[in-house]
């Protein structure tokens, strides 16, 4: 009798321990996919921060005559402004995808700047400057909709990994329920 009870004993020690660990392997592995995902977030905020500092530049770019210049300071500080927004990622760890479609947003970044600083050193021929002008605000307008479209992909990635990472929060549970009941049938079963 003795026997018959340690040996039930040690099945329900290591049932109990193996359910335990694998529950543990799913939390610990879904918590590191939510801290990511906690990251998406500021990224998100980042681009918000990049597609506001491009629509001041855009409304900068047709409110101020160049001739006249009176806000043309104020494009100059949008423009470095929009330099550090752009640059604000450049230091994280990305697939190379996404790298790859983040070192072409800051060279069209590079590109809107140069533009802009075109425009605002052109002669007084208001053709060129009128020419000028819409390069920069086309620029700006592809920026903006390679942003835009940019944050639409990572946000439907990013709730498609929520959904799994809260799947296997369901799995963990699911692990450690069975993991109980296993327990509590076991000396039951015995008895």
Do not use: W
Not at 85 to 103: F, K, N, S
Not at 131 to 151: D, P, V, Y
């Amino acid at each position: 009798m003795k026997r018959k009870i340690l040996i039930a004993m040690l099945l329900l020690f290591a049932a109990s321990a193996a359910g335990s660990a694998l529950a543990l392997v799913f939390i610990k592995s879904t918590t590191e996919e939510l801290r990511t995902i906690t990251e998406l977030h500021r990224l998100e905020e980042m681009r918000h921060h990049l597609v506001a500092t491009i629509q001041g530049s855009q409304a900068d770019l047709f409110t101020v005559d160049t001739a006249i210049g009176p806000k043309a300071d104020q494009i100059t500080d949008t423009v470095l402004e929009l330099e550090r927004a752009a640059a604000a990622c450049g230091g994280c760890h990305h697939e190379p995808q996404l790298a790859r479609r983040l070192a072409g947003v800051r060279t069209l970044v590079g590109e809107y700047e140069t533009a802009l600083s075109e425009y605002l050193t052109a002669s007084a021929n208001r053709e060129r400057m009128d020419r000028m002008k819409l390069e920069a605000a086309s620029r700006g307008a592809e920026l903006l909709r390679i942003t835009e479209e940019m944050s639409e992909q990572a946000s439907a990635r990013g709730d498609q990994r929520v959904a799994a990472a809260l799947r296997r929060f369901d799995h963990a549970r699911a692990i450690l329920t069975a993991t109980i009941a296993l327990t509590l049938l076991v000396p039951v079963g015995l008895g």
